[in-house]
Structure formats: C-alpha cells, structure tokens
C-alpha cells in the first residue's frame, strides 16, 4: 500500500503562486508514475499533471501548460506541482494519485489517491 499526503493548498488572488506537496509512505519502492488531478464543483476530475517517479517524462493538462510544473524528490518521497499565474479558474479540490504499472492522463488507472487539498484563486 501507498499512502498519500497533499499539502500547500490555500486562497490566493489571481496571479499568484502556490505550491502543492504530495509526500508518499508505505511501499514508495513500488510507484511508477504520480499524477495531480483537481475537481471543482459541479465538475468531473480533470488531469493536471503527471511524472515517472523515478524521473523522466512529465505530462501536462492543456489548461494548465505552460504555467504549472511538476517534479520529485525521490530523497523526500515527495512529488510537487508548481502554479503559477493561478486564475479564478483554477480553484479546485487537488489530488495527487499514485500507480505501481504507469504514469496517465486517466484518473481510473491510479491505485492510491491522497485525501486533497483546496485551492481556491479570487479574482
């Protein structure tokens, strides 16, 4: 089992920056990719951001390319998504996922799921 924790969330004007945390336990070994997702409401869970645990390839929402980026410290069991020039549409839940067999852009082929952190942007 891998257990998930996110972090940094908070309330921000627009154009700002935050900093999202997800540290992993348990079984860290065994992740092969990490994802971020977030989930307004009302709305279905959209793909954020994705990276090889191990380094590597990273994988971006077209809504949020260019202004977010993820990366890792395998030292720190960590993965985290930098946002910046945040809009009002960004506020979501965020989540970070993590799977044994592969890094996606599809929130059903991720095993463990942290419990999420808040972002909300004012305009």
């Known amino acids: 089992q891998v257990q998930l924790v996110e972090s940094g969330g908070g309330l921000v004007q627009a154009g700002a920056s935050l900093r999202l945390s997800c540290a992993a336990s348990?079984?860290?070994?065994?992740?092969?990719?990490v994802g971020w997702f977030r989930q307004a409401p009302g709305k279905q869970r959209e793909f954020v951001a994705a990276i090889l645990w191990n380094g590597g390839s990273s994988y971006y929402g077209e809504s949020v390319k260019g202004r977010f980026t993820i990366s890792r410290d395998n030292a720190k069991n960590s993965v985290y998504l930098q946002m910046n020039s945040l809009k009002p549409e960004d506020t979501a839940v965020y989540y970070c996922?993590?799977?044994?067999?592969?890094?996606?852009?599809?929130?059903?082929?991720?095993?463990?799921w942290g419990q999420g952190t808040q972002v909300t942007v004012s305009s």
């Open positions: 996922a993590a799977d044994p067999r592969t890094v996606s852009r599809y929130e059903t082929n991720y095993d463990y």
């Open positions: 348990g079984r860290t070994f065994s992740i092969f990719g």
